[in-house]
T-cell receptor, first 113, second 112 residues
């Protein structure tokens, strides 16, 4: 089955700097890759996603890139703000596994003012 | 957008008792719902796939007799933690595909 690896597990940046979180996946059947932000005790919130027919997608300060050949995708946050502090999860959706979404281990991002 | 409602948001129960958690799709029908468990500072681990009108599919290592799942209608799935023990204390969260993966608000279960 699909396996998603996410790095780093923790990331600390200064306000205004950029943050990059990387994920790799194993199953070539995965064709959808969402990123979630989760604040303590709350549900994961979708912040951006990308499908396998696209190499890059941007939404204001957030961007995601996908390299299908290498089976990795990354989240880029520019001009970070303290309210960006949270745990971020990447995920992969293999189209042939009944709709399951497989999550990475998570990255705890801390943005210091 | 699609909304998934989950209740209760938190529950404390005594060891040995059972707890039922409900997950409802409010404005769409969900033939499939997913149940995840999340321990502190860990990722979301898929426990089972809930299928409307049929048996749930459990992930490897998840005890189906302990975590009973019922998906009797297109808008409701329930997870019952039977004979709960302190090690079952966790954050349980459901999700459904309403044109995108939508999560419930989660249930914080504490077994004392």
């Amino acid at each position: 089955g699909e396996n998603v690896e996410q790095h780093p597990s923790t990331l600390s940046v200064q306000e205004g700097d950029s943050a990059v979180i990387k994920c790799t996946y194993s199953d070539s059947a995965s064709n959808y890759f969402p990123w979630y932000k989760q604040e303590l005790g709350k549900r994961p919130q979708l912040i951006i996603d990308i499908r396998s027919n696209v190499g890059e997608k941007k939404d204001q300060r957030i961007a995601v890139t996908l390299n299908k050949t290498a089976k990795h995708f990354s989240l880029h946050i520019t001009e970070t703000q303290p309210e960006d502090s949270a745990v971020y999860f990447c995920a992969a959706f293999p189209y042939n596994q009944g709709g399951k979404l497989i999550f990475g281990q998570g990255t705890e991002l801390s943005v210091k003012p | 957008g699609a909304v998934v409602s989950q209740h209760p948001s938190w529950v404390i129960c005594k060891s040995g008792t059972s707890v039922k958690i409900e997950c409802r799709s409010l404005d769409f029908q969900a033939t499939t719902m997913f149940w995840y468990r999340q321990f502190p500072k860990q990722s979301l681990m898929l426990m089972a796939t809930s299928n409307e009108g049929s048996k749930a599919t459990y992930e490897q290592g998840v005890e189906k007799d302990k975590f009973l799942i019922n998906h009797a209608s297109l808008t409701l799935s329930t997870l019952t933690v039977t004979s709960a023990h302190p090690e079952d204390s966790s954050f349980y969260i459901c999700s459904a595909d309403g044109g995108g993966y939508t999560f419930g608000s989660g249930t914080r279960l504490t077994v004392v």
